[in-house]
């Protein structure tokens, strides 16, 4: 099946691309393992040089890159922008600090020694394209790995742009490679025996196919596996600045972030106000090209993603539930200009008074749809924000510090946030529990993933 390059603000396809035939997949293994047994012996300050390089023809050429993400995939401008610089910081931090996360460890009986694997095969997600990757490329090409990238299918152009800029900052010939196959052709290069570890950001069930085969094949693997994330909002809570900071912890990326808050529970006597202003921010957005700086939200990424997150919020509806802002996709289309009628647009919508038993139970919402739950104390609270299947992130809001400290300790996930949104850092690890996934990325533990934790004895 082709590749294609599509405006989903538009519909517009802007190229199509021919996935690569079995014996191009088999010379880009070549070309990496013949490149890995030269690369490995590379110096710290080698590959430190060529990330800086790297991090400066992105911060060069952000707008260029920034432009490329939005015409695939529809993040406003503004967002595509900030996310090539934020790309071009993990660079940095692993360049500055790679060296010293991988240093020897002695201890009175021996030391530790952190080598390189091979390749690392990542098998990457639409919503952040450049983002996603550099989180992992950065440390596995600071540690002595290299990459091969099986990027989304519907983001090609982006994943072409990756491959130039290892390319354009200095990285020999190989070290990393875009190969733009099908989602079909994935199994065989996870089977191969010249890749050495796989790395997925993705959905729930893909991240249960990658790992049975890396599993088969005895392949180190990382899964980021998406969320459903609990933002808290207690009595004693700054009300304005927990307002205004879920307003960008729902939307961000026109609400398509596995880190993104998706039920908002609301505890006690603070609930009626945090929604009324939460719907009154909620009505002042501005959906439309994301081309345009003055855009708040612009169209999902595709149109199955449009229909999936319509249905969700219909069942819902159909439930019970009630509409506070939004869910009329309809109103919302008979509002765009003729231009956007064929993008995936869905208006932003907080829905409320949600009974048992709907999609917001235990799926994720990938979209910009707020869930509002009300609860009468902390502990309803917390056993309400731990009854999915997901542990990614949470928010809590508490000016309390034994309020603080319950949530941190008793909310199931692999970050907690408090007075302020979850997001990841490079210097932090960032990753999930339960079917949010398994393994780190970023800071120290993410450059450990993916080496070889070599005990060393001399007698």
């Known amino acids: 099946m082709a590749i294609k390059s599509i405006n989903p603000a538009t519909g517009k396809v802007y190229k199509t691309y021919t996935p690569l035939a079995s014996e191009e997949i088999e010379a880009r293994l070549k070309v990496g393992d013949a490149q890995y047994q030269q690369y490995r012996w590379t110096t710290f300050k080698e590959r430190s040089d060529w990330l800086m390089a790297a991090a400066d023809y992105l911060e060069a050429h952000a707008d260029v890159l920034g432009r490329i993400m939005t015409q695939e995939m529809g993040k406003p401008i503004g967002a595509a922008i900030a996310e090539v610089k934020k790309s071009a910081l993990v660079c940095r931090h692993y360049a500055e600090n790679g060296a010293d996360y991988l240093a020897d460890e002695r201890s009175d009986v021996g030391y530790v020694r952190y080598q390189p694997l091979g390749i690392i095969l990542a098998v990457m997600p639409w919503n952040y394209p450049l983002w996603q990757v550099f989180r992992l490329a950065a440390p596995a090409l600071m540690a002595g790995n290299v990459m091969l990238l099986k990027h989304a299918s519907n983001v090609p152009k982006c994943a072409l742009s990756i491959e130039q800029v290892f390319r354009k900052a200095g990285f020999p010939e190989g070290a990393f490679q875009t190969l733009l196959i099908g989602a079909d052709q994935t199994a065989a290069v996870i089977a191969d025996e010249r890749v050495r570890g796989v790395s997925l950001t993705g959905s729930g069930p893909a991240g249960s196919q ?250």
Not at 249 to 263: T, V, W
Not at 316 to 321: F, K, Q, S, W
Not at 336 to 348: A, H
Not at 421 to 429: A, E, I, N, Q
């Open 210 to 459: 990658v790992a049975a085969l890396a599993g088969q094949h005895l392949k180190k693997v990382v899964l980021e596996l998406g969320g459903s994330d609990p933002f808290i909002v207690l009595p004693s809570a700054d009300l304005e600045a927990a307002v205004e900071t879920a307003v960008m912890a729902r939307l961000q990326n026109n609400g398509q972030s596995c880190i993104a808050a998706k039920r908002f529970i609301l505890v006690g006597n603070i609930a009626d106000e945090f929604e009324a202003r939460l719907v009154d921010k909620f009505n002042a957005l501005t959906v439309g090209d994301p081309l345009q700086p003055e855009t708040d939200i612009g169209p999902l990424a595709t149109p199955s993603i449009l229909r999936d997150i319509h249905k969700q919020v219909h069942d819902c509806l159909i439930a019970g539930a009630k509409a506070l802002v939004g869910g009329n996709l309809e109103k919302l289309k008979a509002m765009l200009p003729p231009e956007l009628e064929l993008g995936n647009f869905y208006p932003p919508t907080i829905l409320s008074h949600i009974p048992p038993g709907t999609p917001a139970d235990q799926e994720e919402f990938f979209g910009p749809v707020a869930l509002i739950f009300r609860v009468q104390d902390i502990d309803a609270a917390i056993e309400l924000a731990n009854s999915t299947s997901f542990g990614l992130g949470a928010s809590g809001w508490t000016q309390d510090p034994t309020e603080q400290q319950r949530l941190i300790s008793e909310i199931e996930a692999g970050a907690v946030f408090i007075n302020s949104m979850v997001k990841s850092d490079p210097r932090l690890p960032f990753g999930g529990i339960k079917q949010s996934g398994i393994g780190r990325e970023l800071g120290r533990h993410g450059i450990l993933e993916f080496v070889n934790a070599k005990t060393v004895c001399l007698s």
